[in-house]
């Protein structure tokens, strides 16, 4: 969880990061719900691997789909963060007044 407060305040804009936090945290806790009440169906058709094969295939998925956007994202953020350096460069060579 404190990870999760880190990874956030690096990528989102301040004024955005409360909604964002609202945003993964519920996920976190309705992801718990959806989870506890699939599992006894699943059981009973299934048996009980079947919870661990099948929350673990969509984990898997999950990450497979979140990487391709993170390396997507990754370039464009690294693009935003070397144009706002140089914007700073230029600021700090400006004499001030």
């Keep these: 969880m404190p990870a999760m407060n880190n990874m ?7 004024s ?6 609202a945003l993964v945290y519920s996920g976190m806790y309705l992801g718990s719900v959806v989870g506890l009440a699939f599992s006894p169906l699943l059981i009973q ?5 079947s919870v661990f ?11 497979a789909l979140w990487l391709k956007k993170v390396s ?3 370039l464009i953020f690294s693009m935003y963060l070397f144009l706002m350096e140089k914007m700073f460069e230029r600021r700090k060579k400006e004499p001030s007044p």
């Excluded at 955005?16 to 936090?21: I, P, Q």
């Excluded at 094969?53 to 990450?63: A, P, V």
């Design 8 to 14: 956030l305040s690096k990528w989102i804009p301040v």
């Design 16 to 21: 955005e990061r409360s909604r964002s936090l």
């Design 45 to 49: 058709k299934f048996g009980w691997p």
């Design 53 to 63: 094969y099948s929350f673990g295939s969509l984990g898997s998925l999950w990450f």
């Design 72 to 74: 997507k994202f990754h």
